[in-house]
Nanobody, 126 residues
Framework: QVQLVESGGGLVQAGGSLRLSCAAS????????MGWFRQAPGKEREFVGG????????RLANSVKGRFTISRDNAKNTVYLQMNSLKPEDTAVYYC???????????????????WGQGTQVTVSS
């Protein structure tokens, strides 16, 4: 069974940094566009960013541009989300997801993604 496992979440003060990792159980994910989403209590799941299979193109939500970056290491079947200058409003559960192969570019809607990790909590204190 395909699995995505996130790690790296935690509690950090505003202005701090965290790096999230998402490890895939199958090498087939090296051919997939990968995305990061987040969901705060009482809010809908929202797109944070995505990266093409080659890593040559990324797309970030306006709310995180200039602060977050996405990268991947296909040899390790791992995708990363580097989060800098964190704000209290970044507090959420962060999920990684593998996008359906029918799309050729990063898509921001959750229903375009076939596989999801269990999520990792990020809490930013003020």
């Amino acid at each position: 069974q395909v699995q995505l496992v996130e790690s790296g979440g935690g509690l950090v003060q505003a202005g701090g940094s965290l790096r999230l990792s998402c490890a895939a159980s199958e090498r087939a994910f090296s051919s997939r566009i990968m995305g990061w989403f987040r969901q705060a209590p009482g809010k809908e799941r929202e797109f944070v960013g995505g990266i093409t299979w080659s890593g040559g193109s990324t797309r970030l939500a306006n709310s995180v541009k200039g602060r977050f970056t996405i990268s991947r290491d296909n040899a390790k079947n791992t995708v990363y989300l580097q989060m800098n200058s964190l704000k209290p409003e970044d507090t959420a559960v962060y999920y990684c997801a593998a996008q359906s192969l029918i799309y050729g570019a990063v898509v921001i809607i959750p229903t375009a993604y076939d596989y999801w990790g269990q999520g990792t909590q990020v809490t930013v204190s003020s």
